[in-house]
């Protein structure tokens, strides 16, 4: 057995790896630049006062964190939108708003190892920064929706759930429930399906509500439809209105069939301050797929401008597991030629045709020593669309076979 394997939750990638890594990470570059989203990128290590924001979230537990030879404290990103926000802040007077960008990021969590959570993961975010409209919300999920076309999942598959924290808040209040307790009482209704409805009731009494109210509120998990939620809170609700604009504008893009409201939908970083919203397989068998929201507070309260933000964070992890089950082929285009030769007296000409299809902007893999015809193949079937073999006679003609390795074609072509 190795001596070493890697850490605990992370992860190495062998070349078969990436087939699948890229085909997920292809999807999401394709749907970014189609949807006109701008790339960005940004160191791993970050300043841990920048992620560190109110305790109680989870994710600020996680944080791997360290000191340097300096004494700084710093720490591995477990999201983007600090960072984002970050570098939006440093050009706010000059960037021209809104701000569509897009990033895939390796993210790090200490977090505990399930089915579908590792202590590393990559991340693609989406996020527009100074949009008010629920525009911003409509593009980020149509988008994501488009990845996951793109990875040739059926619309069947998924579910995004959406709802609004305003919405929320204002179900709260019109329990007779003050607004200072509802970001605590977010953050334990979130933990509905993790935790039994007694522990939750448990958070919201610490946080000196009565039994009565901690009830009524885990009660209004039961609504099931917008239009149930509207009738409590009043047609003329902002918040309803805007989810009703939001599923309007799903439609226009041709996705309303893969969007549902869900009032259980309330994410657990406290940053968001609107609409939420997350993707789940249909079948409800893994983590989420993706999530995000609305966050019109984080730019302010690490020292910028007052903008709007709505962003989305999708994983490689959970989404290669169901690409995994449902049996989804991981299409890489595959262009490359490999050439081999038999003696080292067909090494130049080998060497001058690799070269002459490389700048004719071929892929090429040259081997790097003789080898026998067999072993060539062998090699070349297991990578390779197209495999040229140098011998002796070959050597002698100026002329050898393309093959092509899946329809066994084979065709002239001149060495000299
Ligand atoms: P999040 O829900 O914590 O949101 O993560 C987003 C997605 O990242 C999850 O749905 C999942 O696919 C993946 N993910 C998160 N943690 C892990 C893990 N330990 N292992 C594997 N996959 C994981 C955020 O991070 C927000 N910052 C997203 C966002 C961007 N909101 C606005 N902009």
Redesign the pocket.
């Known amino acids: 057995m190795a001596k070493f394997s890697p850490p605990r939750g992370m992860r190495d990638f062998y070349p078969e790896d990436m087939k699948l890594r890229n085909h997920i990470f292809d999807a999401w570059r394709l749907a970014s630049t189609a949807s006109g989203f701008e790339q960005y990128d940004a160191c791993v290590v970050e300043s841990l006062e920048l992620l560190q924001r109110k305790a109680g979230e989870e994710?600020v537990n996680q944080i791997y964190a360290f000191e340097d030879k300096s004494g700084r404290q710093l720490a591995l990103r477990p999201?983007?939108?600090p960072t984002l926000a970050r570098m939006i802040v440093a050009r706010q007077g000059a960037l021209q708003f809104p701000v569509k960008w897009f990033t895939i990021a390796q993210?790090f969590?200490y977090?505990r190892m399930t089915r579908?959570?590792?202590?590393e993961?990559y991340?693609w975010?989406l996020?527009i920064i100074d949009e008010n409209s629920v525009s911003a919300e409509a593009e980020i999920i149509y988008t994501a929706i488009n990845a996951l076309r793109l990875m040739n999942i059926p619309d069947n598959a998924y579910r995004v759930r959406i709802s609004n924290r305003t919405l929320l808040s204002e179900l709260l209040s019109s329990l007779g429930i003050a607004q200072e307790f509802h970001p605590a009482i977010f953050m334990a209704l979130d933990k509905k399906g993790k935790l039994p409805r007694e522990e939750i009731e448990k958070l919201m009494l610490a946080e000196n509500l009565d039994a009565e109210a901690c009830s009524a509120a885990f009660d209004l998990m039961d609504i099931t439809s917008l239009e149930d939620a509207a009738e409590i809170a009043g047609d003329d609700s902002p918040a309803v209105a805007s989810l009703r604009k939001l599923f309007e504008l799903l439609n226009d893009y041709g996705v309303a069939e893969q969007a549902v409201f869900d009032i259980s939908v309330i994410?657990?970083?406290a940053y968001y301050t609107g609409i939420v919203f997350?993707a789940f397989d249909t079948k409800g068998e893994f983590?989420?797929?993706?999530?995000?929201?609305r966050?019109d507070g984080l730019l302010s309260a690490i020292g910028g401008k007052p903008a709007s933000a709505v962003?989305?964070?999708?994983?490689d992890?959970?989404?290669g597991e169901i690409i995994e089950e449902l049996k989804i082929e991981a299409t890489s285009q595959n262009n490359l030629i490999a050439i081999g030769y038999m003696t080292d007296d067909e090494r130049t000409m080998a060497t001058r045709l690799a070269s002459k299809l490389r700048a004719e902007g071929k892929s090429v893999t040259l081997q790097t020593r003789p080898s026998r015809a067999k072993a060539f193949f062998s090699f070349a079937s297991a990578r390779a669309a197209k495999a040229v073999y140098i011998g002796p006679d070959d050597r002698n003609s100026g002329k050898a076979f393309i093959k092509d390795l899946n329809t066994r074609e084979e065709e002239m072509i001149t060495l000299t």
Do not use: S, T, W
């Not at 962003?311 to 994983?315: K, R």
């Open positions: 994710i999201e983007m939108p993210c969590r977090e579908g959570r590792k202590r993961h991340q975010n996020d994410r657990g970083l997350e983590r989420a797929i993706f999530g995000g929201g966050y962003g989305m964070g999708f994983g992890v959970v989404i």
